[in-house]
């Protein structure tokens, strides 16, 4: 049992202090690095040993950047802070009423303070039976998959001697017209039309087909209407098929079906929508449509002042009342605000709400394409292509990734190729050749034997 009062900052006299942090994303990092000196101790808890730089996952999923480009080791992140230790756990639940956290292997972790910063998983709007054929992007390991995915499918192309076939496997479909969506298919885009079509001799830059499905009425629809439009024109231009007010019916292993149209496909991919983590159910908390805790401006759940729930886990809103956006920034600054919290409750005294300092948004179309807005400043074209491009690199954690990201990208920028081309594991039985030339090997080895 936990002693004190958290809103005091009066624990037990005999031991400092206990701060556990539930997720290493942004959110959580930027908590445990905040709390850096202060006068308590610190467990960070992730299923996952490695904090990863999710806005540029999709250039793992298409061969542009290799996964240790974007990840690093949380505890290697966080080695230089004596008050702090790091779990590799998992986390099922929360006892509010003696202070516990309740995980998968160890002990439960009693805490004074609790900061959830979880994250969100893909959202399949209760279709979940779509997961398995349209993917999305939030782990390397999801990245990775649709990458093997994505390169099989052009590998397979390259042999296909049935023209059906061959234009299904040269079609990729990206489900949502966000960020994530158009980033994603315009990398396809360079992929297959570009960088991929120079290595075959049966794949043009003609070949492939990429279409991106957008139910609403524009494609990036955080943006302003006039970036939204440009970002169209870019994206239209790398050679993607641009579909607005597009309704999703079905999704198999064959395509998707959309207004009633089918589009035979080899990939789909989603983008459409995510889904906070369990922190409502484990807080016994009533949750928003996207399962987010809503939260006050202290980051506190209803009645409990001694938890925080941050980042794409809670349901904020800003001085005007507009749900704040699950992006880096918003996790990062209400990580730092939770610290700041934590050590005013220490020295007894307050400290004023949340506030979200928006310093623009940003996203890459292709190669010299991107859109930015600051406000009363809008960006487009090769300008907020090579902002995105700092930003990015600026906010990667370490100088080994900052360097490594740096020269992948100026070497692909040069050369017009991708430098993670891998596919892994054992692809032979799969591939349609191999197939068909299975009973004329096994006739073969049972000869030679």
Known sequence: MVEGSAQSGAP???????????GGGFGGLAAAKALAGA???????????HHLFQPLLYQVATAGL???????SIRAILAAQANVRVLLDRVYGVDQASRRVILGDGEPLAYDWLILATGATHSYFGREDWAPFAPGVKTIDDATAIRRRVLLALERAETETDAARRKALLTFVVIGGGPT??????????????SVSRDFRHITPHCS???????GD???PSFPPALSAKARKGIEELGVEVRLGADVTHIDALGVIVDGERIAAGNTIWAAGVMASRAAEWLG?????AGRVPVGPDLHPAGDTSIFVIGDTAACTDGNGRSLPGVAPVAKQQGQHAARAIRAALAGRAVPPFRYRDWGNMATIGRSRAVADFGHLRVSGLAAWLLWC?????????????ISVGISWLWSYLTYQRGARLITGDVAPDLPATRELAPALARNRAVAA
């Not at 290799?66 to 690093?72: H, K, L, Q």
């Not at 700092?390 to 900052?402: D, E, M, P, Q, S």
């Open 209 to 215: 087909r990429i279409v991106l499905l957008q139910r």
């Open 12 to 22: 037990a006299q005999d031991r400092r202090p206990h701060v556990v942090i539930v």
């Open 218 to 220: 524009r494609i990036l």
């Open 285 to 289: 908390c009533k949750c928003d449509r």
């Open 390 to 402: 700092v930003a990015h690199i600026w906010f990667l954690t370490g100088h080994r990734n900052r």
């Open 181 to 194: 969506g158009v980033e994603m298919a315009g990398a396809i885009a360079e992929l297959a039309r570009q």
């Open 66 to 72: 290799s996964p240790a480009d974007i990840a690093g």
């Open 39 to 49: 006068p308590v101790d610190v467990t960070l808890v992730d299923k996952r040993n």
